[in-house]
């Protein structure tokens, strides 16, 4: 069964710091890797997509990496603002059954100080 | 702007009550989801459309029943509400399957049954 964990639950870092958030799963049998950010009180907004194929993915600021065979992504905030401060969580479609699933990471809670 | 519309944002419900809780898109999104999200649980899906006129289960679909009459409209329906229904839902889209495409959210509604 297919798990995915997130650590820390939290982390806190002065404003300019880059950083690194981490997302493990345990079957390296994936199709895709998502990264989203929740802010408080509001729904998830999608990220990054990294496919199963792929080594990285970039938006801006944001660089998200898989190791398929490490079953390791991680997702990289450069140069970090306050208003990165949410909630990151990773998710990875897994094929479970005969049926695909989005099993989800429980997140880690980001705080930027300014 | 393009979107999920969900509502209400919030509700007091109390117990043996039938709620429906509402999702609209306008990003004419093949699929549609229904999550639940708990702390300590993260999301768990509720239940999910492939596409208008289908609909299925997901991993928590006990007490809750769907329709998909149109792509925009993916109302979820709580038949008899009970305390353990307490909860944040989220509604959410994709273009295409999950391996391809990301996930877009509402902003949520947060439930609570008394």
């Known amino acids: 069964k297919q798990e995915v964990t997130q650590i820390p639950a939290a982390l806190s870092v002065p404003e300019g710091e880059n950083l690194v958030l981490n997302c493990s799963f345990t079957d390296s049998a994936i199709y895709n890797l998502q990264w989203f950010r929740q802010d408080p009180g509001k729904g998830l907004t999608s990220l990054l997509l990294?496919?199963?194929s792929q080594r990285e993915q970039t938006s801006g600021r944001l660089n998200a990496s898989l190791d398929k065979s490490s079953g390791r992504s991680t997702l990289y905030i450069a140069a970090s603002q306050p208003g990165d401060s949410a909630t990151y969580l990773c998710?990875?479609?897994?094929?479970?059954?005969?049926?695909?699933?989005?099993?989800w990471g429980a997140g880690t809670k980001l705080i930027i100080k300014p | 702007i393009a979107g999920i519309t969900q509502a209400p944002t919030s509700q007091i419900l109390a117990a043996g009550r039938r709620m429906t809780l509402r999702c609209t898109q306008d990003?004419?999104?093949?699929?549609m989801y229904w999550y639940r999200q708990d702390l300590g649980l993260g999301l768990r899906l509720i239940h999910y459309s492939n596409t208008a006129g289908t609909t299925g289960k997901g991993e928590v679909p006990d007490g809750y029943s769907v329709s998909r009459a149109n792509t925009d409209d993916f109302p979820l329906t709580l038949a008899s509400a009970v305390p353990s229904q307490t909860s944040v839902y989220f509604c959410?889209?994709?273009?295409?399957?999950?391996?391809?495409?990301?996930?877009?959210f509402g902003n949520g509604t947060r439930l609570t049954v008394t």
């Open positions: 990003m004419r999104h093949n699929a």
């Open positions: 959410a889209s994709s273009e295409g399957h999950l391996r391809n495409s990301p996930l877009h």
């Open positions: 990294i496919q199963s």
């Open positions: 998710a990875v479609i897994s094929l479970s059954y005969s049926n695909y699933q989005l099993i």
